[in-house]
Structure formats: C-alpha cells, structure tokens
C-alpha cells in the first residue's frame, strides 16, 4: 500500500472508533507493522491530527481534522469529478457554483500532473440540465435546512391545482424529475411532490413542530428505504 493511501486509511480506521483503540489493533486492520503504525500516527500528529494517546495506552482522533486533497487515491479523485460535473449539470444555479468552487479548491492543492489528469478527464455527464426551476429547488434547500414550513401552489398529473402546506426534508434526483419529500398538513401523512408541477413555493418564517431528520428516518422505515451510506 502506497503511503499516502496508508495516512487516509489510517485516519479512515481511527474515525470508526469514538473511544481509544489500541495500536496492536490498527496495526492488524490496517496490515502494518506496529513500528510503521507509530511512524504514520507521528506524521499524522505532522499535519495536524489531533491524535491522543500513546503505545500502550490506546489512540483516539478528535475530530475537526482534514486529510487535504492531494491524498485522494485515483479512483477517489475521479469519484469527485464525476459528482461535481454531475452536479454542474442536474443542480440548480447555488449547487453548480459550489462545485465549481469545491473543484477549485481540490485542484488547487493537487500536483500539477495530477490536476492535468482531471482538466483532461474522459468522465463527462452530458445531460440537458433545465433551469426553470432553479428558484424553487434553492428555496426547498433552505427550507429543509432551517426546518420551515413551506405554502406550496401545486399541480396534479391530472391538471388540478391546490394550495399545501407542508414540511420539507428531503429532495430527491432522479434521471428526469426532481421530487420534494414532505409531511402534508392537508393529508396528514407523507407526501412526495415533482419539482416542476410546483406552481409557487412560499417558505415561511415558522418552524415546523419535527426535527427534518426523525421525519426522514420515519419515512425510510415506512418505505423501506436504506440510508446512503454517507
């Protein structure tokens, strides 16, 4: 294993664990020698992980540390590159100006033989973005994350329209539509609205009464629906 990889797995290992873990047993998870394993931690505790512990004792890493860019692994970089350009392209206008801004700064550290490779990627994501509803998408997304109430002007599949009000906490991206989760007052139960039959979007000053995420995790159970798993 090269040893930037070794440094990210490592600090990958030391993130699963919220009490100390003894040096013998990341040394066996991660197939290195104790001797390998203090070096790491030590140049770790370099850049500014903060790592307690000692042999003997345990080690725990407190949170707050970032591995910078540079370490990604090919595969991992490319991973990012093919999210961020599919973002640029299926995201409303904020979401393609924090990629943009994410990429940057990524690329900003990297080597430059490395950066060359991601300027030249062969990953493209070349589907037709619409932006009519790019102010809707951005007044859920704050919505969601201030927990408030949203007034909604909504159109069935049939044409009819109707005023809702609801509690927004999730949105979903799908291959042709976009789609808000909610609780529906008017039904008394959850309710999946698209995107574009969103006539108008009010967000209002008043939190709704549940945290957004008990309202995920009861809509996953209900549907059956595993969490991502990051």
Not at 12 to 34: D, M, N
Not at 170 to 192: H, I, K, N, P, T
Request: charged share 30%; with cysteine.
């Amino acid at each position: 294993m090269a040893r930037a990889q070794r440094l990210l797995a490592l600090m990958q290992e030391l993130r699963r664990h919220r009490y100390p873990v003894t040096g013998t047993r990341l040394a066996g998870a991660l197939g290195i020698s104790a001797r390998t394993l203090y070096r790491d931690i030590a140049t770790l505790r370099g850049q500014g992980a903060d790592i307690e512990g000692e042999a003997g004792v345990g080690y725990l890493l407190r949170p707050g540390f970032v591995l910078p860019p540079l370490m990604l692994s090919d595969e991992e970089a490319e991973a990012l590159l093919l999210g961020a350009r599919w973002v640029a392209r299926r995201g409303d206008e904020a979401q393609r100006a924090a990629a943009a801004q994410a990429m940057a700064k990524i690329a900003a550290v990297l080597p430059a033989e490395r950066r060359s490779e991601m300027e030249s990627s062969t990953l493209l994501v070349a589907v037709p973005r619409d932006a009519r509803n790019d102010e809707v998408l951005q007044a859920l997304r704050r919505a969601i994350r201030a927990e408030r109430r949203v007034r909604l002007q909504y159109r069935d599949e049939k044409g009819h329209s109707s005023q809702r009000a609801v509690w927004p906490f999730a949105l979903g991206y799908f291959e042709q539509v976009r789609m808000l989760l909610a609780w529906c007052e008017l039904r008394a139960d959850y309710r999946s609205f698209r995107i574009d039959r969103i006539e108008d979007c009010q967000v209002g000053e008043e939190a709704y009464p549940r945290r957004r995420h008990a309202l995920l995790r009861e809509w996953r159970e209900r549907e059956g629906v595993e969490a991502p798993a990051f």
